[in-house]
């Protein structure tokens, strides 16, 4: 090998040896990694800004005219950003004075089985699983490894007179990192006492997934749904196939139950065209149907009319999984409409 060539070898090795060196002192995003698929609407951002290398950082979501700003005052910043459905486009730039000092794009892809549209991931698209790697540079600040207090027993028979003081939410690993998940109005009770790992198996493969299918994780501790049930002559689609978070969040959500949508935006998502309230009433006299929601529910004091005030959403002895008990649809009218004076007022 002439002696020139090799002298280059060795200097493009150097070159490429102090640039190693060097990208340890710069600006790096450590997750999440291009492409990634995600459920939940909130995307976790972690990066390293070593001291001194930006004054901050601009992370704009689908070219979004307001970008998240944040301060660069620390070597390690961990922040998160909300996601819609479908394909999210995230840049993130750092800047130092006046000028870009970094930036970089990403895709990721939120996933949703209650968006036709949405269920099937698109390639290029792949879920990636954070706890199946080390991170052994997250590990200088978070906890990594689960501890007692990430599992708590709960009953939701118990709950309401339960000491939650000895429950805190501070004592949880998950914590740190995960305390988005339950910044929601309505707190399903395990999530809201971080008992994560009352269905996050830390020996699961992938590690913390959920091993058992929903309806048997839910039922473990929800012991007289399972029993009521197990009692009734039909039960719903969703319901029978154990997909109990079709509907419901195991953490928390900004609606009652910890449902996914609204009461009635959650049926109409898979029964469109009984939006209309047609099917319930629909002749040359009603041709605008009956209503099925924005009216107070007579029967169910304090809420609105929704699809439950006639439909229970799990099972039922009755006909459609009609909420009352009766066999026929006049019987039905007959529990919210008095026969006599035509108001509407139960019998
Ligand atoms: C130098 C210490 C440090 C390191 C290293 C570090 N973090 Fe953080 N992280 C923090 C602190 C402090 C918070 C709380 C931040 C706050 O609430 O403002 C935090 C919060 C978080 C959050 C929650 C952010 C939010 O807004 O919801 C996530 C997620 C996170 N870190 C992930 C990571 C990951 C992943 C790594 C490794 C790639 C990592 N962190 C490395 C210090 C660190
Ligand atoms: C260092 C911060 C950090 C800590 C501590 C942490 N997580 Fe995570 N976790 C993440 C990030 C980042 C993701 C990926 C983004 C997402 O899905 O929210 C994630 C994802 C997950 C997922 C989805 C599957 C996967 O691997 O991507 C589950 C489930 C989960 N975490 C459960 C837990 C539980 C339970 C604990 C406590 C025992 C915990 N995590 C502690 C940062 C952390
Ligand atoms: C009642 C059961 C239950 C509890 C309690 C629970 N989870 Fe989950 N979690 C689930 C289920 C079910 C999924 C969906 C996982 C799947 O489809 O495999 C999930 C998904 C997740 C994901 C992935 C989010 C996504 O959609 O990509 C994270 C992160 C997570 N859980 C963190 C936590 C943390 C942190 C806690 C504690 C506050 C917690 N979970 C408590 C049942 C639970
Ligand atoms: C570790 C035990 C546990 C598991 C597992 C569990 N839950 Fe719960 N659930 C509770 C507790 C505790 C409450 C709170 C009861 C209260 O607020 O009084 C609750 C409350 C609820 C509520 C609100 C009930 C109401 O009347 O307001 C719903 C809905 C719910 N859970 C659904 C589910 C679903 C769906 C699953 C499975 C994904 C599940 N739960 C798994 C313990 C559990
Ligand atoms: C099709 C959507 C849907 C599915 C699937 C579903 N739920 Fe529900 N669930 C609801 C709605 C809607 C309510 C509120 C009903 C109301 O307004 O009275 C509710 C209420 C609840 C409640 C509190 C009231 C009660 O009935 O005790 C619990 C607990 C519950 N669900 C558990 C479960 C469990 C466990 C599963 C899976 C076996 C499940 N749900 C599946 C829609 C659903
Ligand atoms: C994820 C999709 C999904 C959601 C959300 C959903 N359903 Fe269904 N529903 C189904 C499926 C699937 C069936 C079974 C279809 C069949 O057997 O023809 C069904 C059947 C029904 C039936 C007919 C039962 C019978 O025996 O005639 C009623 C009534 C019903 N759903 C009401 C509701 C109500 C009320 C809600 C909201 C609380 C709701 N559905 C939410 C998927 C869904
Ligand atoms: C005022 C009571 C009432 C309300 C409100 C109501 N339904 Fe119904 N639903 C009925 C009756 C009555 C039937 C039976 C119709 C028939 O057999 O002609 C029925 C039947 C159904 C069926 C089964 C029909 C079939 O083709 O098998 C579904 C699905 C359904 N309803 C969904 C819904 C949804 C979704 C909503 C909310 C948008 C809703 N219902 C609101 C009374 C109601
Ligand atoms: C869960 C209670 C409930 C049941 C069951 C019920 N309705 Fe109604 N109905 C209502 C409410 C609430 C209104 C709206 C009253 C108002 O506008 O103040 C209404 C309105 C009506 C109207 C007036 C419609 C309009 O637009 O002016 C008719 C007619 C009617 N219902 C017929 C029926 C028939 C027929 C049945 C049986 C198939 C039935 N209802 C079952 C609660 C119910």
């Given at each position: 090998m002439p002696v020139r060539i090799f002298f280059h070898i060795v200097i493009v090795l150097l070159i490429s040896c102090l640039n190693a060196e060097a990208g340890q002192e710069s600006i790096t995003l450590h997750?999440?990694?291009?492409?990634s698929v995600l459920e939940y609407n909130m995307l976790e951002i972690s990066m390293s800004v070593p001291?001194?290398?930006?004054?901050s950082i601009k992370v704009y979501v689908n070219d979004e005219e307001e970008p998240l700003n944040v301060?660069?005052?620390?070597?390690y910043e961990c922040f998160s950003v909300q996601l819609k459905l479908g394909v999210n486009r995230i840049n993130i730039i750092a800047v130092k004075g006046d000028y870009q000092v970094y930036k970089t794009e990403l895709k990721v892809f939120r996933r949703s089985d209650l968006a036709s549209e949405y269920i099937k991931t698109p390639d290029g698209f792949k879920k990636d699983f954070?706890?199946?790697?080390?991170?052994k540079q997250c590990a200088r600040c978070h906890i990594l490894s689960p501890i007692e207090y990430d599992r708590k027993p709960i009953s939701p028979y118990t709950f309401k007179n339960m000491d939650k003081q000895a429950l805190?939410?501070?004592?949880?690993?998950?914590?740190?990192?995960?305390?988005?998940?339950?910044?929601?109005k309505y707190v399903h009770g395990p999530a809201a006492v971080w008992s994560c790992l009352s269905c996050h198996d830390p020996e699961a493969e992938p590690k913390y997934?959920?091993?058992?299918?929903d309806a048997e994780i839910c039922y473990e501790c929800h012991t007289e749904q399972k029993k009521d049930r197990s009692l009734k002559k039909y039960s719903h689609g969703p319901v029978t196939i154990g997909k109990c978070t079709i509907c419901h969040s195991p953490h928390a959500s900004?609606?009652?139950?910890?449902?996914?949508?609204?009461t009635w935006n959650l049926c109409v998502n898979c029964h469109a065209e009984k939006a209309s309230g047609m099917h319930v009433l629909g002749d040359s006299m009603f041709?605008?149907?009956?209503?099925?929601?924005?009216?107070?529910?007579p029967v169910r004091t304090g809420k609105e009319l929704t699809c439950a005030s006639c439909h229970n959403p799990h099972a039922s002895n009755y006909p459609h999984l009609?909420?009352?008990?009766?066999?026929t649809i006049f019987d039905l009218c007959q529990k919210c409409h008095n026969k006599q004076t035509d108001d509407v007022k139960p019998n």
């Amino acid at each position: 090998m002439p002696v020139r060539i090799f002298f280059h070898i060795v200097i493009v090795l150097l070159i490429s040896c102090l640039n190693a060196e060097a990208g340890q002192e710069s600006i790096t995003l450590h997750y999440p990694p291009d492409g990634s698929v995600l459920e939940y609407n909130m995307l976790e951002i972690s990066m390293s800004v070593p001291a001194g290398s930006a004054d901050s950082i601009k992370v704009y979501v689908n070219d979004e005219e307001e970008p998240l700003n944040v301060i660069a005052d620390q070597e390690y910043e961990c922040f998160s950003v909300q996601l819609k459905l479908g394909v999210n486009r995230i840049n993130i730039i750092a800047v130092k004075g006046d000028y870009q000092v970094y930036k970089t794009e990403l895709k990721v892809f939120r996933r949703s089985d209650l968006a036709s549209e949405y269920i099937k991931t698109p390639d290029g698209f792949k879920k990636d699983f954070f706890h199946m790697k080390e991170w052994k540079q997250c590990a200088r600040c978070h906890i990594l490894s689960p501890i007692e207090y990430d599992r708590k027993p709960i009953s939701p028979y118990t709950f309401k007179n339960m000491d939650k003081q000895a429950l805190l939410a501070v004592t949880s690993t998950c914590y740190m990192c995960h305390n988005k998940i339950t910044a929601n109005k309505y707190v399903h009770g395990p999530a809201a006492v971080w008992s994560c790992l009352s269905c996050h198996d830390p020996e699961a493969e992938p590690k913390y997934s959920v091993k058992k299918p929903d309806a048997e994780i839910c039922y473990e501790c929800h012991t007289e749904q399972k029993k009521d049930r197990s009692l009734k002559k039909y039960s719903h689609g969703p319901v029978t196939i154990g997909k109990c978070t079709i509907c419901h969040s195991p953490h928390a959500s900004e609606n009652p139950f910890n449902l996914v949508k609204p009461t009635w935006n959650l049926c109409v998502n898979c029964h469109a065209e009984k939006a209309s309230g047609m099917h319930v009433l629909g002749d040359s006299m009603f041709k605008e149907g009956h209503p099925t929601r924005n009216r107070p529910d007579p029967v169910r004091t304090g809420k609105e009319l929704t699809c439950a005030s006639c439909h229970n959403p799990h099972a039922s002895n009755y006909p459609h999984l009609w909420a009352f008990e009766v066999e026929t649809i006049f019987d039905l009218c007959q529990k919210c409409h008095n026969k006599q004076t035509d108001d509407v007022k139960p019998n």
